[in-house]
């Protein structure tokens, strides 16, 4: 089948390799331009164009599509099969949607029509579900409301993180993708109860609120692992919380409980187990004490 990819971080990877040792024909990949990137912002491209240079594939790298004219009629004029889009980072216009005999097959990270939107790994450790999976879904205009094609869940475990979740979910979109090529599964439309957004996340929501239930502090750091992360002050410096768990105790919020870092939080404990300060690396909590002594009764966030 003639396709093209759409897709750029790292969770359109899996899908990418498996599209392509399937035998279809990639026409073209297409994904976010390189940017600068890291403490040099050196020009770095994405994970997908990376991976397509090296399967030897044609990349294009459009800035936006829903104005630029002439990419939607190169998108058109590569006489399409499908189209398969995993985490793109663009909004296809209308004609793009409609160029591809079969259309545009998006891979999502939720079992549709729950956790629409960009963040929907994160969103469901954060509510506590107990499930979630992968939907791929018939694109059409709307905000990951199209029809869905084929679905397959997960258990979610109580010490899950995003970025494990992540690369289980990725895995499972590539085998998906490959099965809805070749089954082309009769499209169901999305109930209408059930709905719910994952919105997109940014750096202050990494921000600990110590009157929060302990259970739910755990979940934010499980899900916001590895991004955007979770972090709290310890005498006016940034402390990154990279690993924590429920523990036994009480107290005032924000409150160091004992020796082991253990934090009251607005009901129950959590205990710190990996942390991190500005320039420095990231270490076990009983090695980060040893160099930065944090005796009990010490109040973080404040």
Same mark, same amino acid.
């Given at each position: ?30 994904? $976010? ?12 491209? +994405? ?46 216009? $209308? ?169 009251? +939080? ?37």
């Amino acid at each position: 089948m003639r396709v093209a990819f759409m897709g750029s971080p790292d969770f359109a990877v899996p899908a990418l390799c498996a599209l392509h040792d399937s035998g279809h024909f990639i026409a073209a990949v297409y994904c $976010q331009p390189p940017r600068p990137a890291g403490r040099g912002h050196t020009i770095q491209r +994405c994970p997908v164009h990376a991976e397509a240079n090296r399967l030897g594939l044609p990349v294009r790298t459009p800035a936006r599509l829903r104005t630029d004219l002439q990419a939607q009629a190169d998108f058109a004029a590569l006489d399409l099969d499908a189209a398969v889009v995993a985490a793109y980072g663009l909004i296809l216009p $209308q004609a793009m949607l409609d160029a591809p005999k079969r259309g545009c097959l998006n891979i999502h990270a939720s079992l549709l029509p729950r956790w629409r939107g960009a963040g929907p790994i994160q969103a469901a450790i954060l509510a506590g579900d107990v499930q979630t999976g992968v939907t791929i879904i018939q694109m059409d205009a709307g905000l990951d409301t199209g029809d869905m094609l084929i679905s397959q869940s997960i258990h979610i475990t109580a010490t899950a993180t995003s970025a494990t979740l992540h690369d289980q979910l990725a895995g499972i979109g590539a085998n998906l993708i490959v099965r809805v090529l070749t089954e082309s599964p009769t499209p169901l439309a999305q109930p209408t109860e059930g709905v719910t957004y994952a919105p997109k996340l940014m750096r202050s929501d990494g921000r600990i609120d110590w009157t929060k239930p302990a259970d739910d502090i755990d979940r934010q750091v499980r899900a916001f692992d590895p991004w955007p992360g979770t972090f709290t002050t310890l005498g006016g410096s940034v402390l990154k919380v990279l690993a924590a768990t429920p523990a036994l105790g009480n107290g005032v919020p924000g409150t160091i409980l004992d020796k082991l870092f253990t934090v009251a +939080c607005g009901a129950g404990a959590i205990r710190l187990t990996r942390l991190q300060m500005p320039g420095r690396s990231p270490l076990p909590a009983d090695t980060f004490l040893r160099g930065h002594p944090v005796p009990p009764g010490t109040l973080l966030g404040a």
